[in-house]
């Protein structure tokens, strides 16, 4: 049976562990549940090896613990599982650099930006700038009409670049919670598919123009 509270991170390499995304993924199986090296490996599709490497840092770190040993032929089997199913980490514990790639969600952007490179595009037509509404700025991308190769239709693909938006503190806020309230609700979604979202509503340094 798993533990189901939270643990409070005390060391810095523990801390560096856990806010490098694509290290702390491969602990994921072990938080699930009981599980030998191999298992995990299987799993997540890594290299036996790899994996035995972070295992090690892991229990070092107090991160991860061994269960029990399994008989069989040979050297005995090794169970594990994590210390715990959630973590907490003072902000203290972390470099500059790694808090930095935390909220800039760097590892986030460099995994949706790779995606996106091999998403199929539309052949582009032509590029129009125009004076929106609301006085703001925006571009147009037109797609090439019967272009020679048809596009694949990825569903679920939704794009937003904006710096158009004139709000309110208040509203700002409003539409924060209602952004965080949507990903929540279609964070429960079970599907086949991982999908990777990259959204920031931030004030812009700019300030609005007379003509908005």
Not at 39 to 62: I, K, S
Not at 71 to 100: E, H, M, N, W
């Amino acid at each position: 049976m798993m533990p189901s509270g939270i643990q409070e991170v005390l060391s810095s390499e523990a801390a560096e562990l856990l806010c490098r995304p694509d290290v702390a993924c491969l602990l994921k199986p072990f938080m699930r549940g009981e599980r030998t090296v191999g298992q995990a490996a299987v799993e997540l599709g890594v290299p036996l090896g790899t994996l035995h490497y972070r295992v090690g840092r892991f229990c070092r770190e107090g991160l991860l613990e061994l269960v029990r040993e399994q008989s069989r032929r040979g050297r005995p089997c090794k169970v594990y599982r994590a210390a715990q199913s959630s973590f907490r980490i003072p902000a203290s514990l972390l470099s500059d650099q790694t808090l930095q790639a935390m909220q800039h969600g760097r590892y986030w952007k460099e995994q949706v930006g790779q995606q996106l490179q091999y998403a199929p595009t539309p052949r582009l037509k032509e590029v129009v700038v125009e004076l929106g509404d609301k006085g703001a700025l925006q571009w147009t991308l037109n797609a090439q009409e019967g272009g020679a190769e048809p596009v694949e239709h990825i569903p679920g693909l939704l794009q937003i670049r904006s710096a158009a938006l004139f709000l309110d503190p208040a509203d700002a806020e409003a539409f924060a919670e209602e952004l965080f309230e949507l990903h929540q609700r279609y964070q429960s979604k079970r599907g086949a598919k991982r999908y990777g979202i990259l959204c920031d509503l931030v004030p812009l340094g700019r300030p609005v123009d007379q003509g908005r």
